[in-house]
């Protein structure tokens, strides 16, 4: 049998991955990445990380964990694949089964042909019709170079104050960064909430939190001109006029598939821009894969094509399609479920499946969501709040989405959402769910199963919730429902909304019911820090023959307006 | 319709969780809960960090997260809940339906008539048939009078050698505890292991970490008689007649349920000496319900009765009782898969599902299982280490158990691991599970995934693995494998195993292929670190013809014996 010949085009995540997954699965063949960037196998997930000093030695982000350079000799001497890196594919034959190679250093161009084709060309920023992109301090973060070129400002302590465009992933992790080197960070974002796999009141809480760090966000506003002295940028103007003075904006709204090689090529491209692949990674040519950023991928619930230009995803489709490139199509990626997560600061966010505004755009009706605030830990173990969002199909109570920002261990609770999405777990098998508990971890009921308690009581018509929003939204339309906050007093002093609540301590309610309307039929809102003193009261309440009675979910703690202290 | 009487006997985990579900559900019951001791809602599980300095206020263990005292008149107050503490309940009149109460304060006897009753009676700590159990200085850590004992001995800082009876659960945390004290300890434990949930390898690693803290860890033996000096102890003598000088020795061999009271009512008690019940949580008697320690559950996995006295499922079935005895049978509590976490000084050490072991007891051949070593997060990212196993059913494939022990963070593995479990997920399907993934919170590919993904491969027959243990019975017994360490000299300088390995690095094995055995049909053992480049070591062994090549599972960070350096 003929020597297999097996061409990767691009070295990052699903490039490099694909290459070393063949080269374990046939020891013979001829295994080539070709790789546009001097890099190989960067870890650009961790980019934000050395330009916020994390971490200071920049090796670390292109080294094995043993601190090996993963460069075109480390792929050479390890596993037998020749890597050649500044050459960029200019074209792909598929009669002849030839890529068109042009080597940027030499200025040569010359054919390698291939019995199979990887295509792992990533994804470049989206670029907006601005005026003064190209001015001196305009950058994006999503090679090594930009990694280099804003770790030097941030080493060289010249910038005073910096403008993201952009409040996704990218643009939240760059905040941070830039915020944690001393630079002023506004951050600013065209829609009306930054990171949109969120609901917009976790987004809040999480947007509250950065401002708490010091960095300004604005939302509902784009960017209209970027503006220069000399070539220099001083300024970032925004649509309604203001000027934000900046020596540096990083453009991060968002990404798009290099799909160009393979549309130049015939293959078939999908309504996003993305290569459009079957479950075995496999192009419309069955000899051409594609894997990565370049690709559109099945959202598993939704069963619609989306881009996910994740680092995770990119390295396990890489992993298939390497596999079957060296093979006969027999690994499969069955798609995305959309988790995400990210650090911010001292908060972590993240989520995992359905939000409920990708199911309101999908025309879903028949779903409940909660909200829940609580702790990660025991509080006597320094436990951190986790306030979180549960979305589920009321039909058969499956879990459809999970999102949690906080302080606290939201990774744990996105890795458990994640597998029981996965595993399409309804809310009662989780409520009683056998998980690892001890002080130093979790609390004795978790706060995964506890927000499913809560669904529970939901479903059950026990629970009858209104979110924050809605609160808000009466508050704002100048209705006036009786609020009750059912904490301590010393809690009240430390901390309340000021929404013209009344302060009724849960220990006191049956004595103070006489100060509650008299009209059994009012509307009652009742809360407490977290809302579960508002349940009781609720409870009680209605056992006392008021019919018009809600919990407000999650509480103060997942309130995220304006309060009064 | 008539007031229910709902009575509880027991308020620790089970019992105070199952009150206060009744409650919500009926806010017109009379609901009593019987405690024998003085304190109420005790968060037990917290006892050991109390006593090991974590947090200096008592209180917090009785607390609730804003610091109210859930005692007697908190009860009442949020809950209308009578809580009758320093109260035992001596019998239990089915006939009649009512409780006998002996008042410990005033010695008085009464009677409390129940609609329901729900016995959440605890366990109790096993004191083994041992001379010098009435020494000063012997103790259990079991109740908040044991807290406060070894607290006491902790801030005093007389005792300066203690030793611990048993390395389960609370033998290992109370071990940390008091060597964080400054206490001398010594952990004595009758079986081959400690932490029984664990396999062989994975309690030696963890094993090792401890006595890596200084603590002594003494396996295989048992303690034969406790010595004291007037009254006092002075020494435990083990059964090897060796004799271990200490000035506090804390039983912790277990507990067993009590289930005297039930019994004596004549509710059906199983073979393990716990209350029977069924999915309600129900006893023999159907207006008898029993929750927490002092009930046998159902493995859900292998359908068999267990005692699981954990404090999470204590709570979980509370709330089935509660909800049930309150209204009508309607919740279910399903069983265990057995899940359990702790920490012990750095590491982090837990198990969902079953073990090999437990598989082998249970006849069980049709598994697999493979032990995979990695981070937790990029190495820029600080990441620590995890060792982790994992058994899957061959028929199948899906996951059976996952045990993980390491630095790293084992809690987001055993969480994962228990939903996948729960959710009957095969490998395949963990093998591209979208996790959260981001730099703060993992590595690319995730570890749990990449153990799955070892596990593919050994199905596939591409990954030939060996354990650690079974090399270590082939060294021990003379026999002479062809080992290769895969790894970088300046590794091999700093750590080894010693066992007569060959050093050929990965990079240089295809120039050095010479210095291999000239039969190709001799026994070859790869390894490394991790056993990453050891896989690719006996891949390209393999393609050059040789027959017998393993892979050391999980490398030198899963090796469990000793090691030249």
Known sequence: ???????????????????????????????????????????????????????????????????????????????RITALVETEVTAIDRQK??????????????????????????????????????????????????TDYLRTIRDAQQVQEAVIIGGGLIGVETCEALQLSGIQVTMVEFQDQILPFLDWELAKLTENHIAGKGAQVITGQGVQELRGTDGKLVAAIL????????????????????????????????????????????????????????????????????????????????????????SENRATFPGTIQTGICKVFDFNVGASGLSEKTAKAMGMTDYETVINAGSDKPGFMGGKLLVSKMLIDKADKTILGYQCVGPGDVSRQLAMAAMAIQGKLSIDAVANADLPYAPPFSPAIDHFIATAHIMQNKLAGRFKGISSMNVWQKHQAGERPFFIDGRGPDEYEQLRLGIGEKLIPLGTLRERLGELPEDKNQEIICFCKISLRGYETALILTAHGYTNVRVMEGGIMAWPFAREK
Chains 1, 2 share one sequence.
């Open 239 to 326: 649509q309604d006029g203001r000027e934000i003075p900046c020596q540096l904006a990083v453009l991060a709204v968002g990404v798009r598939p290099n799909s160009e090689l393979a549309g130049a090529a015939g293959l078939a491209i999908g309504s996003l821009g993305g290569i459009l692949i079957n479950e075995y990674m496999q192009t419309s040519d069955p000899d051409i894969y594609a894997a990565g950023d370049c690709v559109e991928i099945r959202n598993i619930q939704t069963g619609r094509n989306v881009l996910a230009p994740m680092g995770d995803l990119a390295n396990l489709q890489g992993r298939v399609a390497g596999e079957n490139a060296a």
């Open 97 to 146: 089964k030839a890529i068109v190679l042009h080597d940027l250093k030499t200025d040569a161009t010359s054919e390698l042909a291939y019995d199979k084709l990887i295509l792992c060309t990533g994804a470049r920023t989206n670029r907006p019709p601005l005026p003064g992109l190209e001015l001196d301090g305009v950058t994006t973060l999503l090679s090594m170079q930009d």
């Open 1 to 79: 049998m003929a020597t297999r010949k097996i061409v990767i085009v691009g070295g990052s995540a699903a490039g490099a991955k694909a290459a070393a997954r063949a080269r374990r699965l046939d020891q013979q063949a001829e295994i080539t990445i070709i790789q546009k960037d001097p890099d190989l196998s960067m870890a650009a997930c961790g980019y934000p990380y050395y330009v916020g000093g994390f971490f200071n030695d920049r090796n670390l982000l292109l080294a094995t964990p043993t601190g090996v350079t993963r460069n075109a000799g480390f792929f050479h001497k390890t596993k």
